[in-house]
């Protein structure tokens, strides 16, 4: 059983900062692309951030300069650092990976964790 459990996630007043770190667990080889998504109320989930295990990075546009994502694969974590933080920020953050177990399971790709809400006040 593999879990991605988000953590840090809360109440910030705009213009704060906000760490979030998600954690892989379970029957897990190793990992490819790790990354953040959002979904705020009444829209779809979109990408935030993505890392690959080298470290190249993926930003949306609207959280470039203020957002940086990154990996500790020794730990099989990868935390997203959050500065600058607007209202428009506020949503449930998940954690997504792509992971192999072994060889008869393969790769798992898209897996989510439950998410971690962010709510950024005026």
């Known amino acids: 059983q593999v879990q991605l459990v988000e953590s840090g996630g809360g109440l910030v007043q705009a213009g704060g900062s906000l760490r979030l770190s998600c954690a892989a667990s379970g029957s897990i080889f190793s990992i490819n692309t790790m990354g953040w998504y959002r979904q705020a109320p009444g829209k779809q989930r979109e990408l935030v951030a993505t890392?690959?295990?080298?470290?190249?990075?993926n930003y949306a546009d609207s959280v470039k300069g203020r957002f940086t994502i990154s990996r500790d694969n020794a730990k099989n974590t990868v935390y997203l650092q959050m500065n600058s933080l607007k209202t428009e920020d506020t949503a449930v953050y998940y954690c997504?990976?792509?992971?192999?177990?072994?060889?008869?399971?393969?790769?798992?790709?898209?897996?989510w964790g439950k998410g971690t809400l962010v709510t950024v006040s005026s």
């Open positions: 890392i690959t295990p080298i470290g190249n990075t």
């Open positions: 997504n990976a792509d992971y192999y177990s072994d060889y008869s399971s393969g790769w798992t790709k898209d897996y």
